[in-house]
Antibody
Framework: QVQLVQSGAEVQNPGSSVKVSCKAS????????VTWVRQAPGQGLEWMGT????????KYAQKFQDRVTIATDESTNTAYMDLSSLRSEDTAVYYC???????????WGQGTLLTVSS | EMVLTQSPGTLSLSPGQRATLSCRAS???????LAWYQKRPGQAPRLLIS???SRATGIPDRFSGSGSGTDFTLTISRLEPEDFAVYYC????????FGQGTKLEIK
């Protein structure tokens, strides 16, 4: 069964960028997509975007449209999420999920805590 | 833009009781592309139900999903102590959106 292992916790300054990784073991992202979801402290789950490479499809939530990029590297079975122009409101736990071709997020990573603070 | 509204916000029940959680969509959801997730503190979301009514692999049969169009329901037939968590519905497809969640707490 596939397992997704995310990179470790990050502390970043406001205005900077962060790149979070998500490595698949026991499986791969080929023939699948990847979704990123975040949960701010005390808040609900928030969909950020989904990329399905074999469909050449990349969809992002409107609020992140200008700041987020999601990509996969099939050679290393790793997905990435880049978030730029960080602000304190971006402090949250970020989750990756392997996503079926119909958009269903099935297998999830353990989460990465991002703290944005000066 | 699609909006999912979950009710109630908080549900207080005892182990052994039946839980009924609601998810209402602002527009009809085609192909029943509606999922339910369980979220415990400090853990990743866990897929329970997809396609409105199909249990995910390994999910106990006390969890069931129903509904179509704009109204969907997650039912937990007999609550176990580990079921007390927050539950989210999600519309998925080329894009996605979550409901705001229902907290299931021990009475």
């Amino acid at each position: 069964q596939v397992q997704l292992v995310q990179s470790g916790a990050e502390v970043q300054n406001p205005g900077s960028s962060v790149k979070v990784s998500c490595k698949a073991s026991g499986g791969s992202f080929s023939s699948f997509g990847v979704t990123w979801v975040r949960q701010a402290p005390g808040q609900g789950l928030e969909w950020m975007g989904t990329v399905i490479p074999i469909f050449l499809s990349a969809k992002y939530a409107q609020k992140f449209q200008d700041r987020v990029t999601i990509a996969t590297d099939e050679s290393t079975n790793t997905a990435y999420m880049d978030l730029s122009s960080l602000r304190s409101e971006d402090t949250a736990v970020y989750y990756c999920a392997r996503t079926n071709l119909n958009g269903l997020a099935s297998f999830w990573g353990q989460g990465t805590l991002l703290t944005v603070s000066s | 833009e699609m909006v999912l509204t979950q009710s109630p916000g908080t549900l207080s029940l005892s182990p052994g009781q039946r839980a009924t959680l609601s998810c209402r969509a602002s527009q009809s959801i085609s192909s029943n592309s509606l999922a339910w997730y369980q979220k415990r503190p400090g853990q990743a979301p866990r897929l329970l139900i997809s396609g409105a009514s199909s249990r995910a692999t390994g999910i106990p049969d006390r969890f069931s999903g129903s509904g179509s169009g704009t109204d969907f329901t997650l039912t937990i037939s007999r609550l176990e102590p580990e079921d007390f968590a927050v539950y989210y519905c999600q519309h998925y497809g080329s894009s996605a959106i979550f409901g705001q969640g229902t907290k299931l707490e021990i009475k």
